[in-house]
C-alpha cells in the first residue's frame, strides 16, 4: 500500500521562482519520491490531510555537496564516513560526491574505486558518489572507471596534492588523459574533468620566496603570498588551451579564489568551450583581513583572499559567471594541522565545514552588508547546479515531481 505524506508550506523553493512561495508537496514514504507538488496550500479531496509547516520554515530541496574529502579508507583519524555523511545530514545536505584523495589508497584505479565502495558499507547516512583521479600514468583505467556505478568523472591536482599518492599533473599528462578520453565524449558518455587550478612557474616561484623572507609564519599573510592568484590565473589559461584542443571534454574549475580570472572564463565559454567553475563558502563568507594569527583552521589551498575579491566573487555568482558553490570540506587532525604551532606554512591546508556552508552564507545575507541575494539561487547553487554538474538532476536538486524528497 502506497503511503504518501502531505506537506503543505507557506515558504517553499521551487524549480520555477528563486522566492519562497507557498506549496503542497507529497511525498512517497516508501520510494522517498516527490509523488506530487501542488502550488498554494491545498487541504481538499484530491490531496488529503496535510501536515502544516511551521510558517516561519522554507522548505528547501536536498542540498548537494559535489567536494569533499572524506579520507576514508587509510586516513580515517582525519575523517571517516560515518562522521561525514552525519554531519553533512545536519546541516541539509542529503547527497555529497567525495574527492578521489585523501584515502589510501586514491580512487584512481578499479582497485582502489572498490576499496572506497567497501569502507561505506554500513557506514553513510546520507547519498553519496565519486570523483575518480587522473593522475600521471593512469590514463588506461579511466575509460573503466568511468563506467562504473557512483563515479561521474575525475579529479587532477595542476599542484602539489599535499599527499604522496595522489601526484599532479603537467599539461602533457591533462593531454593523454583528454586524448583518451575524447572517444568516449563522442560516444555520447559525458566526461567530466576537475581540475585544482594552481600552476607553479620559476618566476612565480622565485618571487614568492623573495616576498616571504623574514616574515612570520604564524601571520595569515605570509601564507596568503605562498599562493599568489598568479597561480590560479596560469593554470586556468593553461587548461583553456588545451581545451582548444579537445572540445569535448567538459572542464570544471574546483575552488575558484580569484576573481581576476572571470574575464577569461568569459570569454572562453563566449567561444563555446565547455568550461563550468565553482568556488566556495569560506571564500565568500571570510576575508584574509579578518583572519587571525595562528589560526591554521583557516589555511586552505587556494587560499582566502581580501575583502575587496570577496564582493567580486558574490557579484560573479550574482550574475551567473560561477556555477555552484561548494564546501572543499577537508579535515585533517590536529597534528597534522600543526594547531599547537600555529605555522600556516606547516600546517594542513583544509577547511572542515560539511552541513555549516549553506546556514553561514543564508545568516550573511539576511544580516544585508549590501548583499542582495534571492535565497532561491542560493538555493540553485548549492543543490540544482552541483547534481547538474554530477548529472543526477534527474533525482536530486529540486523540489519536483519525480525527484528524491531529501
Not at 547527497?95 to 565502495?117: H, R, V, Y
Not at 576573481?259 to 568550461?275: E, N, S, T, V
Given at each position: ?55 516561519k520554515d522554507i522548505i ?133 574533468m576537475l581540475f585544482h ?186 543543490s540544482r547546479n552541483p ?20
Amino acid at each position: 500500500m502506497k503511503i504518501v505524506n502531505k506537506f503543505a508550506a507557506e515558504k517553499a523553493i521551487l524549480p520555477t521562482s528563486y522566492e519562497p512561495q507557498p506549496a503542497t508537496i507529497q511525498v512517497d514514504d516508501q520510494s522517498g519520491k516527490i509523488f506530487d507538488v501542488f502550488g498554494g496550500i491545498r487541504n481538499d479531496k484530491e490531496v488529503g490531510d496535510v501536515v502544516k509547516v511551521d510558517e516561519k520554515d522554507i522548505i528547501l530541496p536536498g542540498l548537494v555537496d559535489s567536494h569533499v574529502h572524506i579520507n576514508d579508507p587509510g586516513r580515517e583519524e582525519w575523517e571517516g564516513f560515518d562522521t561525514a555523511t552525519q554531519a553533512a545530514l545536519s546541516g541539509g545536505v542529503t547527497a555529497l560526491i567525495d574527492m578521489p584523495l585523501n584515502s589510501i589508497p586514491p580512487t584512481t584505479t578499479i582497485e582502489g574505486l572498490d576499496a572506497k565502495k567497501d569502507a561505506t558499507v554500513g557506514r553513510i547516512h546520507s547519498d553519496i558518489g565519486f570523483w575518480a583521479g587522473s593522475v600521471p600514468g593512469n590514463e588506461e583505467h579511466l575509460e573503466a572507471l568511468l563506467e562504473q556505478e557512483g563515479v561521474f568523472g575525475f579529479k587532477s591536482f595542476m599542484i602539489d596534492s599535499g599527499v604522496d599518492e595522489f601526484s599532479s599533473v603537467s599539461p602533457e599528462d591533462i593531454k593523454m588523459a583528454f586524448k583518451e578520453l575524447t572517444d568516449v565524449a563522442k560516444r555520447g558518455k559525458n566526461v567530466t574533468m576537475l581540475f585544482h587550478a594552481e600552476k607553479e612557474t620559476k618566476k612565480i616561484d622565485e618571487k614568492i620566496e623573495k616576498n616571504i623572507e623574514g616574515k612570520s609564519t604564524q601571520e595569515y599573510s605570509t601564507y596568503l603570498l605562498t599562493h599568489p592568484e598568479e597561480y590560479e590565473l596560469e593554470a586556468i589559461s593553461t587548461l583553456i588551451e588545451i581545451m582548444k584542443e579537445y572540445p569535448d571534454i567538459h572542464v570544471h574549475i574546483v575552488h575558484l579564489s580569484t576573481a581576476k580570472a572571470l574575464p577569461m572564463i568569459r570569454q572562453a565559454r563566449a567561444d563555446g568551450m565547455k568550461l563550468t567553475v565553482e568556488t566556495c563558502f569560506h571564500y565568500l563568507y571570510f576575508n584574509s583581513e579578518e583572519i587571525p594569527s595562528a589560526r591554521v583552521e583557516y589555511k586552505a589551498a587556494p587560499p582566502v583572499r581580501d575583502s575587496a575579491n570577496n564582493q567580486l566573487l558574490w557579484k560573479a555568482i550574482k550574475d551567473g559567471d560561477i556555477d555552484l558553490i561548494t564546501s572543499d570540506h577537508s579535515p585533517a587532525d590536529a597534528e597534522t594541522k600543526k594547531i599547537d604551532k600555529g605555522d600556516f606554512l606547516d600546517g594542513w591546508g583544509g577547511i572542515a565545514s560539511l552541513g555549516l556552508g549553506f546556514q553561514a552564507l543564508y545568516t550573511k545575507i539576511q544580516k544585508g552588508g549590501g548583499l542582495d541575494f534571492p535565497i532561491g539561487q542560493l538555493v540553485e547553487l548549492t543543490s540544482r547546479n552541483p547534481a547538474i554538474l554530477a548529472g543526477f538532476d534527474d533525482r536530486k536538486g529540486s523540489i519536483k515531481k519525480g525527484l528524491d524528497a531529501g
